[in-house]
């Protein structure tokens, strides 16, 4: 089977933020601070690598723990760690909703007049297709595009939307000058930064149409106000991700990156958002860190990998991570950038 089926009504209403009343502001920042890296080393996708044997090599997806995971080679060059399965889908349109609720709406960038005559959009990196299914349900007359290297797109569509399969580290499949709105979720943590400098940033600018916009929304720095469980457990990625030279703290860089492209680019300040976690932030706080904690034991076999601790203490340590979230709230910064193609730049 390659194809799972990502139309989850039911699960989509799961969550109604309109009654939220955590108390705290929203948007406000506050300084980064330093981490204790642990300092052993590890081979990187050990557990990955390990289910991908010859006699699987057929097989589009591998079972591990309970939890399908993409069966493809070029999981070994890229570092993407979450399954590839129905509980994954049902988590990442959970979290649509979320993010959708955080920044009252879909996009910042200044798109809605062109979405509304008709545009051309493009979703890097869409996952399972939470946000064009939403888009392409909210702009009819738009046509949307999502590509992913994992084929979780939903089975039934509408009209105005096409998904494909493709790996960005390849190039992406369109002429220059094709969308008028280019946008791309939470990918930067699956991208080697020097791919990332040297190769994904100029594909965006290229396929954008001249005029045309580019918004990046990622995570702009784990460590806000850590507790003593979140702090021990982004350390630890906070090396891994470091070794397979993926640059977590990203923001600064990813507009570093476009900034490099002035003649062609007009980047735009960026837009913060301030996540809180856990059920002193109200309703959505209990649903962000449902979410959180879901992509955590999602993510279980790495973590007993880099931990170096059993099935049993990861189940006990995000036991404890959630009695923690809830004690006091996490706060993990979000950011959205927006970035112009100039009117005069064509191509890459
Ligand atoms: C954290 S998920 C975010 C998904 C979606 N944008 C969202 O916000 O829910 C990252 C996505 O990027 C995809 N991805 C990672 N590396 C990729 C690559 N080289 N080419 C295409 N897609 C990739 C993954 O398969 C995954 O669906």
Not at 188 to 213: A, D, F, M, Q
Request: hydrophobic fraction near 35%; glycine fraction near 6%.
């Amino acid at each position: 089977m390659d194809r799972i089926r990502t139309n989850r009504p039911a699960s989509l209403k799961m969550f109604d933020f309109s009654d939220t009343e955590s108390g705290i502001s929203y948007g406000s920042t506050e300084n980064e601070i330093e981490v204790n890296t642990p300092t052993y080393s590890v081979s990187l996708m050990d557990p990955i690598e390990a289910v991908m044997k010859p006699e699987n090599v057929l097989e589009k997806f591998v079972e591990v723990g309970g939890r399908r995971y993409l069966n493809d080679d070029t999981l070994k060059s890229l570092k993407y760690y979450l399954p590839s399965d129905q509980k994954e889908v049902e988590r990442t349109y959970d979290r649509h909703f979320i993010d959708k609720t955080m920044w009252g709406g879909n996009y910042s960038a200044p798109v809605s007049d062109n979405l509304s005559l008709g545009a051309s959009v493009l979703d890097i990196g869409c996952g399972a297709g939470a946000w064009i299914m939403n888009m392409a349900l909210d702009y009819p007359v738009s046509i949307f595009v999502g590509i992913d290297i994992a084929p979780l797109f939903p089975e039934s569509h509408p009209a105005n939307v096409a998904f494909l399969k493709c790996n960005i580290m390849d190039g992406l499949p369109f002429p220059d000058n094709t969308f008028d709105f280019v946008r791309q979720a939470f990918v930067i943590i699956c991208i080697n930064w020097r791919s990332w400098k040297e190769k994904v940033v100029k594909e965006l600018i290229r396929v954008t149409k001249p005029g045309g916009y580019i918004e990046i929304m990622d995570i702009q720095r784990e460590i806000v106000n850590p507790g003593t469980i979140n702090e021990k457990i982004n350390a630890y990625l906070e090396e891994h991700f470091y070794k397979a030279g993926i640059n977590r703290s990203s923001c600064a860089g990813v507009i570093d990156t476009f900034n490099e492209f002035k003649d062609k680019v007009i980047v735009a300040p960026i837009e913060e958002r301030t996540y809180y976690f856990g059920k002193k932030a109200g309703r959505i706080g209990e649903a962000t860190l449902k979410c959180l904690v879901e992509a955590y034991k999602a993510m279980k076999i790495i973590f007993t990998h880099i931990m170096r601790i059993t099935e049993e203490e990861f189940e006990q340590m995000l036991t404890d991570y959630e009695k923690e979230c809830n004690e006091v709230p996490l706060r993990k910064e979000r950011y959205r950038a927006i970035i112009q193609k100039r009117l005069d730049a064509c191509g890459g």
